[in-house]
């Protein structure tokens, strides 16, 4: 059975789009069919997936997460969620091979569409948590049909909270929040989640993975132990992954879509992460590891890791 | 090679692999054209189904092979026309056709570029053939001494610098690492790579580059070898602590003994 999992954090820049899209790729090289879902109107990971020209494309013919929500929510018109998956999208190569990874994009626009959605439904006397119901409703309906197609599904979630942010998290088998481990960071983790759950049932507490992890940074150290002795505090409403991300140079050049016809040094998997791939790996193992019985991708232990 | 009849999805593929190859007749790695041919029509294109309509392009004269690691492929205009300057036509350009441009180089931009206080001093020296013959990586294809006088210090500063050129195909992490080793004997180890812009073994140079800051090597890029203005400084080079003893018996070793004689002169000894 295949995995839903819900990349969000209310707090911006802590490494949601990197995580999804490395997570994404670092599955899809396990051999395992991966689809990200871009709930982000800043459309970082649709960009970096997709490339300008893709998604340029993808944006004129209508096949982005904003016109399918527009046509479902608003126009009340049918359309499959199936009809806006990018296929065979990725420019990254893993044994020679292309990473087996789809996208749903979403470009600008989605902002005015949730906008749209929010002052229509509004009018129309309907609440936020009936709007949220309605998308987490259509959605279900919808990756249900996908969870046979596909091994993984990724929802990149937008910073703050949206209808389609909290619907996405709902729906998830697991939810990754990224986190700096700094004051800053650390500060919205709580209030987060109590907006989100309340208080989580044990099976959907949110899993905490502190990115952009600076090794000799004390203060840094200081808020990771106060995070895990909050998750293993009774009654604590989450959890941290055992693997950090460092933070790396390159990580932001992998970001970027710079594979072109003269530029071919970021084609593979290992040249574009390098030694990022093996935090990666570690945390795939993790993510498997935590899902629910049956869910994800079982890959058959002949993993090729950059570096050592 | 696959001779049965294309396929009309395979004469899709085709017309696309076509339109995807640039106009100017640049080659294009096989595995990039194949990966894109994917991304374009949105399902994985089989290395088996490439190849099949590579082949057929070819045996039409539609398009060209070129020589490179993984192969390359290039679009055919007219045959009259000149090949692309980025397919390999004619013999590689050798070390010792770049060592003059390397020297003129170290003594304009590179020497301006360092700064020197007033009162320093430059000795460049070529010891590509100098050396011991059976020592692994001692032999740098340049060394430069220079002599650093400062404001409010009695003595001078001696630092020498290693300078190891490679050839555009010929350059890869090992050649960080026989940069690296001669500063076994130096202050400062440089690579010097002569990578033309646009060049195929660009993919190469984010790892030599890594390579190079992890272990303060400098990467100096020859774009133009005949242009100093056109050198590209992309690591700096980190100052090794070689002990004084080391250091001399390397200058007594490779400088001839008219630059000794000079560098004994200008340290007062």
């Known amino acids: 059975m295949s995995a839903v999992i819900a990349i969000a954090n209310m707090t911006g820049g802590v490494g949601k789009t990197t995580t999804a899209i490395a997570l994404g790729e670092t599955l899809a090289t396990q051999g395992a069919e ?73 470009t ?25 119901g309605e998308i987490r409703k ?68 949110p899993w905490v993975l502190f990115t952009r992890v ?9 808020y990771k132990s106060l995070l895990r002795e909050n998750a293993n505090k009774p009654g604590g409403t989450y959890r941290v992954f055992q693997v950090e991300m460092p933070e790396m140079v390159h990580v932001p050049e992998a970001m970027s879509q710079s594979v072109t016809f003269t530029n071919t040094g970021r084609m593979s998997y290992n040249a574009k992460w390098r030694d990022f791939a093996q935090p990666l790996h570690a945390l795939s193992e993790e993510v498997r590891r935590i899902l629910p019985n049956g869910c994800g991708f079982q890959p058959d232990g002949n993993l090729q890791v950059h570096g050592g | 090679m ?15 692999m076509l339109s995807l190859l640039p106009d100017d007749g640049a080659p294009v790695l096989n595995r990039m054209v194949r990966l894109s041919l994917s991304r374009t029509v949105e399902r994985r294109v089989t290395q088996q189904e490439y190849f099949k309509i590579r082949d057929q392009l070819i045996a039409d004269g539609k398009i060209g092979r070129a020589r490179g690691p993984g192969g390359q492929v290039y679009l055919i205009q007219d045959p009259d026309d000149p090949p692309h300057p980025l397919i390999s036509q004619t013999l590689p350009i050798t070390e010792a056709d770049l060592m003059p441009f390397l020297e003129n180089y170290l003594e304009t931009a590179f020497q301006t570029g360092l700064d020197l206080p007033s009162g320093s ?14 020592g692994q990586w001692a032999r740098p294809d340049f060394i430069l001494v220079t002599l650093l006088r400062y404001r409010f210090q009695p003595q001078k500063q001696l630092d020498l610098h290693a300078f190891e050129l490679k050839t555009e195909n010929g350059c890869n992490v090992q050649a960080v690492h026989e940069a690296l080793a001669q500063t076994r004997f130096t202050h400062y180890g440089h690579l010097v790579w002569h990578l033309p812009e646009n ?39 980190r100052r090794k602590n070689t002990p004084l003893a080391i250091v001399d018996g390397f200058l007594e070793a490779r400088l001839t003994d008219e630059n000794q004689k000079r560098l004994a002169r200008l340290l007062g000894v």
């Open chain 1, 34 to 106: 991966v689809l990200i879902i871009d709930l982000d109107a800043q459309g970082n990971t649709s960009f970096s997936i997709a490339g300008p020209r893709i998604l340029q494309n993808l944006s004129e013919t209508g096949r982005t997460i904003e016109s399918y929500l527009n046509a479902r929510l608003l126009e009340r018109k049918s359309r499959r969620i199936s009809d806006i998956i990018r296929r065979s999208v990725s420019s990254v190569l893993h044994d020679d091979e292309q990473l087996s990874l789809s996208i749903i994009c979403a």
């Open chain 1, 108 to 132: 600008p626009n989605l902002r005015h569409v949730e906008q749209k959605i929010i002052v229509q439904l509004t009018k129309a006397g309907i609440s936020w948590e009936e709007i949220e």
């Open chain 1, 138 to 205: 259509i959605l279900a309906r919808d990756i249900t049909n996908l969870r046979k197609r596909f091994d993984y599904i990724l929802f990149d979630c937008a910073p703050g909270i949206s209808a389609a942010t909290e619907a996405a998290i709902k729906l998830a088998d697991l939810m990754i929040m990224p986190t700096i481990p700094d004051f800053v960071s650390t500060q919205g983790v709580p209030a987060f989640i109590d907006s989100i759950f309340g208080e989580p049932d044990d099976n959907k507490k």
């Open chain 1, 214 to 222: 600076k090794a000799r940074s004390r203060h840094q150290r200081t």
């Open chain 2, 2 to 16: 696959d001779q049965s009849p294309l396929r009309s999805e395979d004469m899709m593929l085709d017309e696309q």
């Open chain 2, 121 to 134: 001093h430059f000795i460049l020296e070529d010891t590509s053939q100098r050396g011991p013959r059976r």
């Open chain 2, 199 to 237: 060049s195929p073994h660009t993919v190469r140079l984010e790892d030599i580059r890594a390579q190079c800051i992890s272990h303060g090597v400098g990467l100096i890029l020859m774009r133009e070898p005949g242009d100093p203005e056109s050198y590209e400084i992309l690591v700096d080079a």
